[in-house]
Every structure is written in C-alpha cells, then in structure tokens.
Nanobody, 131 residues
C-alpha cells in the first residue's frame, strides 16, 4: 500500500523559509516522478515543482522558480521542498504526489503539471505566510 506523508508546514512571516518533506512507504521514490502541488482557498490545485526519476530533470513553476528547491534522498525515501523568501501568495495546502511508470524526463512535459497524472497523494500540509 502506497503512503505519502507530508510534513514541515507551518506559519512563517514573509521572507522566511520552510522545508517540506514527503516521506514514502510502499514504493521506492527513486522510481517515481514526485511533484509538489499547492492549493489556496478558492483556487485550483497548481503544480509547484516536480522531480523525475532522472534527478537531473526538474520543473519549477514560474512563481517559485529561484526561491524553491526540490531534492530527493533515496536512502530516506523522501523528497524535500526547500522554500525560501516566502511570500503571502505562497499560502496554501501543499501536497506531494507520485507518478509511476513514467519516463526519466517526465517533469519536462506539460502533463507533469496535471493532477490527474499522479497515482498517489499525501494528505497535505498547511503553509501560511503572513505579511
């Protein structure tokens, strides 16, 4: 049974930082594309970042590029999202999601930004950035 568990969310002031973790069980994360999505109240779920099974293939949304960094620790079966210089518009629930059986360059494609392409989801962690 696949289980993804997010942690690391919280309340932070603008300009601050957080590191989110996505710990997996039941799958080997190195074989999956892992994405972080976020959803703000009243808005659609949007892709924030994605890391392919080939770790060199990474996607960042325009709004977070240069501030967020995604990484994978295969030994811990965990994916991280380091979020720096946080802004109030980064507020939302952050979810990690896994897509299996995909190419090593999955995250380069547009479909990697579509929630429907992912097989498994965590329950999310709340990130709130105050101004």
């Amino acid at each position: 049974q696949v289980q993804l568990v997010e942690s690391g969310g919280g309340l932070v002031k603008a300009g601050g930082f957080l590191r989110l973790s996505c710990a997996a069980s039941g799958i080997t994360l190195a074989e999956y594309a892992i994405a972080w999505f976020r959803q703000a109240p009243g808005k659609e779920r949007e892709a924030v970042s994605c890391i392919s099974p080939s770790t060199s293939d990474i996607y960042y949304g325009d709004s977070v590029n240069g501030r967020f960094t995604i990484s994978r620790d295969n030994a811990k079966n965990t994916v991280y999202l380091q979020m720096n210089n946080l802004k109030p518009e980064d507020t939302g629930v952050y979810y990690c999601a896994a897509a299996g059986g995909v190419s090593h360059y999955f995250c380069s494609g547009f479909i990697a930004r579509l929630p429907g392409e992912y097989d498994s989801w965590g329950r999310g962690t709340q990130v709130t950035v105050s101004s």
